[in-house]
């Protein structure tokens, strides 16, 4: 084992610390990427007006955005059931802001399912790492197939039901204190 590796690999070093981190920032990156691609696209001045005044808005969802939607599904719709009242109240308010709560809920859906890895698995096994890469590439790959104008939500609903199910399967539930 090299000294990189070594060091990455300490005990001190756990999935519930790794992942939420990591994640948030992958989250951060391609959903800011992909909203800002959807903004510019959008308030390019077309015949009619801007894209924001028109169908355009629900049809124009760029890769970045939706990798980020559906590695992150769940904290997305917590998000969402948050973000919900203050687009009511705020309507002007930029889609950036209203999806920030999001990242809050991410950072909580990988926390937990650090935890449950941390009482199962450790940081320096391979099978973890190999299983977050193929879910990961999976749900790249919804971001590129193209499934419609909002077929990557089914896609990304079906991605997190299998990984609930085998998730649950393979990991020890977290004991109530």
Same mark, same amino acid.
């Given at each position: 084992?090299?000294?990189?590796?070594?060091?990455?690999?300490?005990?001190?070093?756990?999935?519930?610390?790794?992942?939420?981190v990591?994640?948030?920032?992958?989250?951060?990156l391609?959903?800011?990427?992909?909203?800002?691609?959807?903004?510019?696209?959008?308030?390019?001045?077309?015949?009619?007006?801007?894209g /924001?005044? $028109?169908? &355009?808005? #629900?049809?124009?969802?760029?890769?970045?955005f939706k =990798?980020?939607?559906i590695?992150?599904?769940?904290?997305?719709?917590?998000?969402?059931?948050?973000?919900?009242?203050?687009?009511a109240?705020?309507?002007?308010?930029?889609e950036?802001?209203?999806?920030?709560?999001?990242?809050?809920?991410?950072?909580v859906l990988w926390?937990?399912?650090?935890?449950?890895l941390?009482?199962?698995?450790?940081?320096?096994q391979?099978?973890? /790492?190999? $299983?977050? &890469?193929? #879910?990961?590439?999976?749900?790249?790959t919804?971001? =590129?197939v193209?499934?419609?104008?909002?077929?990557?939500?089914?896609?990304?609903?079906?991605?997190?039901?299998?990984?609930?199910?085998?998730?649950?399967?393979?990991?020890?539930?977290?004991?109530r204190?």
């Amino acid at each position: 084992m090299s000294n990189i590796t070594g060091a990455l690999m300490t005990p001190r070093r756990r999935f519930r610390r790794i992942l939420p981190v990591s994640q948030v920032a992958l989250g951060m990156l391609f959903g800011g990427w992909g909203l800002w691609q959807r903004n510019r696209i959008l308030r390019h001045d077309y015949l009619f007006g801007t894209g /924001w005044n $028109s169908t &355009a808005r #629900f049809h124009v969802w760029p890769w970045p955005f939706k =990798f980020a939607v559906i590695e992150n599904l769940p904290a997305f719709l917590a998000g969402g059931l948050v973000s919900w009242p203050i687009g009511a109240a705020k309507p002007d308010l930029p889609e950036s802001v209203q999806l920030a709560p999001s990242l809050f809920f991410v950072l909580v859906l990988w926390y937990w399912i650090g935890l449950r890895l941390d009482r199962q698995l450790h940081v320096g096994q391979k099978a973890p /790492w190999i $299983s977050l &890469a193929v #879910f990961t590439a999976v749900c790249l790959t919804g971001a =590129f197939v193209p499934l419609g104008y909002t077929g990557y939500l089914p896609y990304a609903a079906l991605i997190w039901l299998v990984t609930a199910l085998a998730f649950r399967r393979l990991t020890k539930p977290i004991p109530r204190s």
